[in-house]
């Protein structure tokens, strides 16, 4: 018996790992993922750059802190620097190092409704920049998601949230929240670039 | 105006190279590795308990008399003293010291416009302790310098509006621990990784990293449990790391139990996790297993763990990660490990998974010293294979 408990227990723990790794090989070919912050800085930027030397909240490399989604979303969107100004003046500014610097806000790394444009997709793809992340690239799939999130406006909430605060939670219910709250923007916005 | 544009200029092209070694110091700090423990050695070296070695219930860190003599006499190839400071000092009993210095060599091509990276660096200077304390009480912790090549004032001179919390100096564990004796039931609490999975002392392989126990991502908890030669058990509530800050914002709960198997050649076990941070809930299961065939002089190793994440907003997905392979032993001293790994971020989904494949070789040719080699492929699906090599050499004292 305690033979038979033994085979048991030995060639269960691969049945299961083979079990589990063919359930992960199988999947839908279309992306059915949500464009959105939430999901984008719990699935792939939390795990991916918020490591401990990088992007996490103590290190914050470069600025950056994509340990949350707040923190993440301000980063992406609303980084300033101190640059030079020779007519400084006023709120902002200060001396330093025998000339004036004023606070200006930073090109963010991304632009909203164009990706292309957006130096945070330009890392992902190393595209005329060093990759990010340096140590494992994220999927396709994930880059193509951040691309998509970026198409309908790089909004911080959810379509679903957004809608209803406009008071179009029967569109949003219905699917064409996403559609209404991004992608017209983003064709104007394309369209005028 | 022209002086404005130059200085505008010099400051973009500082900025730019300033981004580029940024990033190639970052890709080495990520690819670097920290020790942990050496899931290889248990059954292997004839132990069956990881705290036949380690002071920790569950293995890592400081060493117990039983793991230095062991290095000294079985796991090296040459014969020597494993004690602290190759037997130069005998510290009483109540008091166990130790350190650990590595040095690395990394070459690292992600198909990066710039090339590949190469980059000599210190991986890791640490100072580890032990003191016993009245009624089976002890207290335990380590002090070192953190694993990074650049001071975040220098890094980040002008645009501070998220405070660094980090410095330089690092305490990866630090808890008081109840246990009346090595086998038996415990009580820990305080800074470490809650026990689970192969516990691998190699942070970037995906059963870690994509798990929440990437490198400095001890979170704090109170562990209670018992460990056996037939099964341990470890349950483990856990908080985020309040103090530095690194790692998840989750709370929540671990569990590992573990049962020998095989007249103590193997072992399986059972492992789940739950925790609940600002918007999420992760709920993770697993399996982990380990088969050793003396007369092969090798071990099979495997994990697997399904991930649920529910997001408030946006809903569910879920997660499969998974490690298989072998440890090799093939002379004394010597182990090849090859692993593969698996990363699957929505098993719903195809395309988005990540693969890799790692050979380490690790040499321990005199107690005290570790010479370390390892190659690894990583296949983001999609994009482009990324190669590392990694070289390295340990002393601990």
């Known amino acids: 018996m305690r033979r038979l408990k033994n085979i048991i227990s030995s060639v269960s723990a691969p049945a299961v790992l083979a079990a589990v790794v063919m359930v992960s090989a199988c999947g839908r070919e279309d992306d059915t993922r949500p464009p959105e912050w939430d999901y984008i800085s719990a699935a792939v930027f939390q795990p991916n750059c918020a490591t401990a030397s990088c992007h996490s909240r103590a290190t914050a490399a470069a600025g950056l802190d994509f340990s949350d ?22 709120p902002g500014c200060r001396p330093h190092n025998g000339t004036d610097i004023c606070e200006r806000g930073d090109r963010p790394l991304v632009t909203p409704y164009v990706p292309s444009q957006s130096r945070l997709v330009n890392s992902l793809r190393a595209r005329g920049s060093s990759r990010m992340p340096p140590d494992r690239p994220l999927t396709e799939a994930d880059i193509a998601l951040v691309e998509r999130w970026i198409l309908n406006g790089a909004f911080r909430e959810p379509a679903l949230v957004r809608a209803r605060r406009d008071g179009g939670a029967a569109d949003a219910a219905d699917g064409t929240a996403d559609a209404d709250a991004g992608v017209g923007p983003a064709n104007d916005a394309q369209g005028g670039g | ?14 900025l730019r190279f300033g981004l580029s070694l940024l990033m190639a110091l970052v890709a080495v700090v990520a690819t670097s590795r920290v020790a942990h423990a050496y899931a290889q050695w248990q059954f292997s070296s004839g132990t069956v308990r990881c705290n036949q070695c380690h002071y920790a219930p569950a293995g890592g860190g400081l060493l117990r008399g039983y793991g230095r003599d062991a290095n000294g006499e079985e796991l090296s190839t040459f014969e020597g003293d494993g004690s602290f400071l190759h037997g130069a000092v005998a510290l009483p009993s109540w008091l166990a010291l130790g350190a650990d210095i590595r040095g690395a ?99 970037i392989l995906y059963v870690r990293r994509d798990l929440g126990f990437n490198q400095l991502m001890e979170s704090y908890n109170l562990s209670a449990g018992a460990v056996y030669d037939a099964w341990e058990l470890h ?20 569990a590992l139990f573990e049962r020998r198997i095989l007249n103590d050649h193997g072992s399986i076990g059972l492992q789940g996790k739950y925790g609940n941070g600002p918007g999420i809930e992760r709920t993770m299961a697993g399996v982990v297993g380990k088969l050793h065939m003396p007369s092969l002089r090798t071990m099979l190793l495997a994990e697997a763990n399904l991930v649920h994440q529910e997001l408030s907003v946006v809903g569910g997905s879920n997660q499969f990660v998974g490690a298989a392979g072998f440890a ?25 998974a990540w693969n890799a494949g790692t050979v380490l070789l690790g040499w321990f040719p005199y107690p005290h010293f570790e010479v370390a080699a390892m190659g690894r492929l990583q296949f983001p699906e999609g994009q482009d294979t990324t190669q590392t090599f990694l070289f390295q050499i340990h002393y601990f004292l």
């Open chain 2, 235 to 254: 349950v483990t509530g856990f908080l985020p790391d309040f103090a530095r800050h690194i790692g998840s914002d989750e709370g929540g709960v671990a």
């Open chain 2, 105 to 203: 060599f990394v070459a690292h091509n992600a198909q990066d416009p710039n090339g590949t990276k190469l980059a000599v660096f210190p991986m890791q200077f640490d100072l580890l302790g032990r003191v016993a304390l009245p009624f089976d009480i002890s207290f335990q912790a380590s002090a070192g310098i953190r694993g990074r090549v650049r001071d975040d004032s220098q890094e980040i001179p002008t645009q501070n509006y998220q405070p660094i919390t980090a410095s330089w100096l690092v305490s990866r564990e630090h808890f008081f621990m109840w246990q009346p004796a090595a086998v038996g039931p415990y009580v820990r609490l305080g800074r470490f990784f809650a026990p689970y999975g192969l516990r691998m002392a190699e942070h």
């Open chain 2, 328 to 352: 090799s032993f093939p002379t004394r001293g010597l182990v090849l490990t090859v692993l593969g790994e698996r990363n699957h971020q929505d098993i719903a989904i195809k395309g988005t």
């Open chain 1, 69 to 90: 989604a707040d923190r993440g979303y301000t980063s992406l969107t609303g980084l300033w620097i101190w640059i030079v100004d020779p007519n400084a003046m006023g």
């Open chain 2, 1 to 14: 105006m022209r002086k404005v544009e130059a200085n505008v200029n010099c400051l973009g092209m500082a």
